[in-house]
């Protein structure tokens, strides 16, 4: 009788509660951590355990939208600095036109990349935060999950505002290229080339300032065609069409960092009850270790 009790006893204790068989309280849940249950199968293969828990902490998905932001970026600020330099260049030379806002807007680019850097930075190191072993290390307790769930809400906030102010710059660098490639298509003209017609801007006089003289309006002289043509119009289309093709990139290394964002505030928020879900598997059947953790966000 004592030994049939005792076998029931037994029998009954897995199925007792997760947190009331080992003691769980709220604010620590990473009591039986995923390395301390199986110490012993990560001891058998050696050093690369260390590698295995290293590889599971990085958040890919965040890390390759935070290299596309900052490549995006770079380009961008890079050829858009050239391309407004062209432009002041061709204004002044071609036009005799003094754009002073130019100068500000180049400000501007270098302003940008360097804010749009340091967000994708921030962004990567939440994701760090978010992601594997270092998840249930930080988030244990209610008020650290609460921090984490705020962050990544604020970053998702500023992501989306952006993410509609690279929509509108692209669709500003469109027109440009647009208009870039109109000049080229009247520079490319035989009779252009050969000095036989000039290039006549009269009929875009609303374009002009108030003050513009008609005669400033015509590309004629065979040094201005070529400043027109060759110095300005031909490399700067080169820079804007570059830049375009970088704010696509931007938009979609935003459109990643959203997603990511979102799946982080996800395991955040859930981060208890997946938490015991995974903890109970692990102990019913220590062999789904083998596959870790899936989180790479």
């Not at 080992?22 to 604010?27: L, T």
């Not at 030379?93 to 501007?108: G, N, S, T």
Request: charged share 15%.
């Amino acid at each position: 009788m004592a030994s049939r009790d005792a076998y029931q006893n037994e029998s009954v204790t897995p199925m007792m509660p997760l947190r009331q068989r080992h003691g769980y309280s709220h604010e620590s849940l990473g009591r039986f951590s995923e390395h301390s249950l199986h110490s012993a199968y990560l001891g058998r293969y050696g050093g690369g355990s260390q590698c295995r828990d290293c590889m599971t902490r990085i958040p890919y998905a965040t890390l390759i939208a935070t290299i596309m932001c900052i490549v995006g970026v770079g380009v961008f600020c890079g050829t858009m600095y050239r391309g407004a330099t062209l432009s002041a260049l061709m204004f002044d030379q071609v036009f005799h036109l003094r754009l002073a806002w130019l100068e500000a807007v180049q400000l501007v680019f270098v302003v940008v990349g360097a804010s749009m850097g340091a967000l994708g930075l921030m962004i990567l190191f939440v994701g760090c935060l978010a992601t594997g072993a270092t998840r249930h290390k930080v988030y244990r307790a209610w008020s650290a999950r609460v921090g984490g769930r705020i962050s990544c809400a604020v970053f998702m906030s500023i992501t989306y505002i952006l993410q509609i102010a690279w929509l509108l710059m692209l669709c500003f660098l469109v027109i440009v290229t647009l208009i870039f490639t109109i000049f080229w298509s009247l520079c490319s003209n035989k009779e252009v080339q050969n000095n036989e017609k000039c290039i006549d801007f009269k009929q875009f006089d609303f374009m002009f300032p108030n003050n513009t003289r008609p005669q400033d309006m015509e590309v004629c002289d065979t040094h201005e065609i070529k400043l027109f043509c060759k110095d300005y119009v031909e490399r700067a289309e080169v820079m804007f069409i570059l830049a375009t093709v970088a704010c696509l990139l931007v938009i979609i290394s935003l459109i990643h960092y959203l997603m990511c964002l979102s799946a982080n505030y996800a395991h955040i928020r859930d981060h208890e009850k997946f938490q015991e879900l995974q903890e109970l598997q692990y102990l019913q059947d220590p062999e789904l270790s083998v596959a870790g953790s899936k989180d790479r966000f």
